[in-house]
């Protein structure tokens, strides 16, 4: 229950940091905004560039993330930020990764496949949709990217593992690779657990992490639901899955920063 209040409270999360705060982006980040027409708003789109890219002329896949006000910049961030710029240069990473800022409010609208009946939402296959047509294009025209889904992740955590989640069931042919973290497949359990039963093939590859200290008791065993029916579609001996459940790990940026490298390492 915890979790479920923490996870309303970001309905409102635009930055508790003070002005005076300096940014701690990399200088490998930078920004700029796009029409989303699907959720009539303009979006603030974050890009990380890996070290070498301004000297090399290769091609690089990318990585699609939610909430990024929380991915780079401790000034922008809500309760702390992942270091995902700081964590990719500490390994010298070769990927390019695209942070979609949530859109406070309209949070719980964008990062939810269906309708809960007590708490709305179910807006994602407009945000999805988004991302697909309109910045992933972009993306691929602006940046050197490999643009074909084995080359193409999307990763998040709460709300954005939800809705990662059911980004590569509804569009496998885009997306190869997911970061499933602390997903709240609580939102949209039933519709959730009937897509992946329908869904007859599977092919992503797919990183899932929680803590077993999040606050809900609900978040292992849904994820342990939704991890044997996507393994029960494929053959253990392809090593498409992996699985951790971190011991005293909470519903936190802590937990989704400290294991990012993991998850960003076996799906690359």
């Given at each position: ?22 940014s701690t982006a ?151 690779k997911a970061g ?89």
């Amino acid at each position: 229950m915890i979790r479920k209040l923490s996870l309303l409270l970001l309905f409102f999360i635009t930055s508790s940091k003070t002005l005076a705060q300096l940014s701690t982006a990399s200088t490998q980040v930078s920004t700029f905004t796009i029409e989303a027409p699907q959720l009539q708003t303009t979006k603030k789109i974050w890009i990380y560039l890996p070290k070498n890219y301004a000297t090399s002329k290769k091609k690089y896949p990318v990585i699609y993330m939610h909430d990024a006000q929380n991915l780079f910049d401790a000034k922008t961030s809500f309760v702390g930020e992942w270091n995902v710029d700081e964590k990719l240069d500490s390994i010298n990473a070769q990927v390019i990764v695209v942070g979609i800022e949530h859109g406070n409010e309209k949070r719980m609208e964008e990062l939810t496949p269906y309708k809960n009946a007590k708490y709305g939402g179910g807006n994602a296959d407009n945000y999805l949709e988004f991302i697909v047509k309109i910045l992933k294009p972009e993306i691929d025209k602006k940046y050197r990217t490999k643009t074909n889904a084995r080359n193409t992740g999307i990763m998040g955590s709460s709300l954005g593992g939800l809705t990662s989640y059911y980004a590569v069931l509804k569009y496998p042919k885009i997306f190869g690779k997911a970061g499933v973290f602390s997903p709240s497949f609580w939102f949209n359990r039933k519709e959730i657990i009937e897509l992946t039963k329908n869904t007859p093939k599977l092919k992503t590859k797919i990183y899932f992490l929680c803590g077993d200290n999040e606050g809900d008791a609900d978040v292992i065993r849904d994820l342990n639901t939704i991890d044997d029916l996507v393994s029960g579609k494929r053959c253990d001996c392809l090593h498409l899955t992996k699985k951790t459940i971190v011991k005293g790990g909470q519903h936190n940026e802590k937990l989704w920063r400290d294991n990012f490298v993991n998850a960003y390492l076996w799906l690359f």
